[in-house]
């Protein structure tokens, strides 16, 4: 696991302390940043008109001293077109499940992504992530941001040929930084950090499920975050072909930082707590789930649970505090502990 590889260097007195007491315990900090940001493309006399949303997501690990011990980036790309009215498909390389529709990111698609051949020092958008992810550890937030050059419109590092990664790094820092100002306090001896997304694909709308979580030892949550941003389309008639373009009448869509809002960031303008059987908003809940997942295994996570709506919803949920569906959270906790084990992350 590439967790405590990036760990030695900064804790290693600390975390080697290991004898008939076992391992020392420290004071840690898990960290969760997202943005999803979107572009239209229009329609040709020769080709569909599309919309791609990005959604960059960072898992973030801190020590006492506010310095990244291990970090997960990653980056989803939902590319929408139309071949009917009122209808969308996904129009990506990245799309990977029809059954549940779901899209890789740029990390599963690995060697698939195709970046290699185009980038100046042959390396792939995973390998470059990777090299960014070990050359964050042992800095601050505030050190990211130093020695950065104008890249494609955006910023990348001013060695970033010595460190191993050319491509734009402003969602990495955007994220990372999100993270440190979201992050909650926990303590341990060991902890193996991991990320997830999950894409829901409907004819007018995708649901992005991201997340991340930190694990022990034994595989128990310590610490994660879970959100959700639904991307809704308008679809419309361009001469032969159809224009895709992002509803941005709805509340989660800001159109003028072709942004949109997640869930938790929506906070009471999601406007749940009314139509709730427990009074309570989306992030409420989802607050919730996350505080009810500390100290379980992925496995006690699907235990006990009941149909609801046409999907799975807690047994207990009025009494834990989340009574909305959680099988696409349930994914994200099974993915994020399988990249928490992963000796490539």
Request: net charge negative.
């Amino acid at each position: 696991m590439k967790t405590f590889n990036k760990i030695l260097p900064i804790a290693a007195a600390s975390l080697l302390l290991a004898g008939c007491n076992g391992a020392k315990t420290e004071t840690y900090y898990y960290g969760f940043g997202s943005v999803a940001t979107y572009a239209v493309t229009a329609a040709t006399e020769t080709a569909a008109g599309t919309v791609q949303t990005d959604v960059d997501v960072a898992s973030v690990l801190f020590n006492s001293k506010g310095e990244i011990v291990d970090v997960n980036v990653d980056v989803m790309q939902i590319k929408a077109a139309s071949t009917a009215e009122a209808v969308t498909t996904l129009a990506s390389k990245a799309y990977n499940d029809e059954a549940n529709s779901d899209v890789k990111s740029k990390w599963e698609l690995g060697t698939a992504y195709g970046m290699s051949g185009a980038s100046a020092i042959g390396k792939e958008w995973y390998e470059q992530a990777d090299a960014f992810e070990n050359w964050a550890v042992g800095k601050k937030v505030a050190d990211l941001s130093a020695n950065l050059t104008d890249y494609h419109g955006g910023k990348a590092l001013a060695d970033g040929a010595t460190v191993g990664t050319t491509i734009t790094v402003d969602g990495f820092i955007e994220t990372i930084t999100e993270a440190w100002n979201a992050k909650a306090e926990f303590k341990a001896s060991k902890a193996n950090l991991g990320v997830a997304m999950y894409n829901s694909h409907a004819a007018l709308q995708d649901d992005v499920t991201i997340g991340g979580a930190v694990f022990d030892e034994e595989g128990k949550v310590l610490a994660s975050k879970v959100d959700v941003y639904q991307i809704p389309y308008v679809v419309t008639a361009n001469g032969s072909f159809f224009d895709v373009t992002v509803n941005e009448a709805k509340t989660q869509v800001v159109a003028e930082s072709t942004s949109i809002k997640s869930k938790v960031e929506l906070g009471a303008d999601y406007g749940m707590s009314g139509s709730s059987a427990i009074g309570k908003e989306w992030f409420e809940q989802a607050s919730a789930l996350e505080a009810w997942a500390v100290g379980k295994e992925v496995a006690d996570l699907s235990a006990n649970l009941v149909d609801y709506h046409g999907g799975k919803a807690l047994e207990d949920g009025a009494t834990v505090g989340i009574t909305i569906t959680v099988d696409s959270f349930l994914k994200v906790y099974e993915e994020a502990y399988t990249v928490s084990q992963s000796a490539t992350r």
